[in-house]
């Protein structure tokens, strides 16, 4: 086994960051079963391809890790425990996990000013987050300032499987 290269506190935080992303894969992949069952395919198809995007950012913790000389230790994973009974509920769902992973990372960020190469990786996902964050703000602020229009659900719905076959 190598040595180490980061310290066991950076360790700590991506060990804990890991968590976060299989954690969203887990609730992206609910977030798909549920929006298919009540008849939103294409944010079904959406929230499928955010799992595997998901579950794409913890093997980039995993190979960093492993670049750095850790084996990553992967956590256990509870259940949904929140059900989502309408788009915009899994819409807003998802915002407020993405928010606050956005604030995890930002303060992994601040914490590792001392160690240019977990800087560095996390540089690219609190970009990744502030994105998120920002699409899933927009599509709120779009249903809220729709609300009177019963079709909004239906043209986010619309929006939403254009983005999963074109990303």
Known sequence: MKKPLIDKDCVA?????????????????????????YGYFGAAA??????????????????????MGVVAKLPSLAPEKEQPTSLYDAIELAYENEKDL???????????????????????????QTEAVSFYADILATMESEKDNKNVCMVIDHKLKKLAKNG
């Open 46 to 67: 959406y929230f499928e391809k955010e799992s595997a995007e998901e579950n794409g950012h913890a093997q980039k913790h995993i190979q960093f890790l492993n670049d």
């Open 13 to 37: 935080k991506l060990e804990a960051a890991l968590k976060y992303e299989l954690g969203h894969f887990y609730l992206y992949k609910h977030l798909a079963i549920c929006m298919q069952a």
């Open 102 to 128: 956005l604030d995890y990372y930002k303060e992994a960020y601040k914490d590792s000013l001392d160690d240019a190469p977990v800087m560095v990786h996390l540089i690219d996902f609190v970009k990744f």
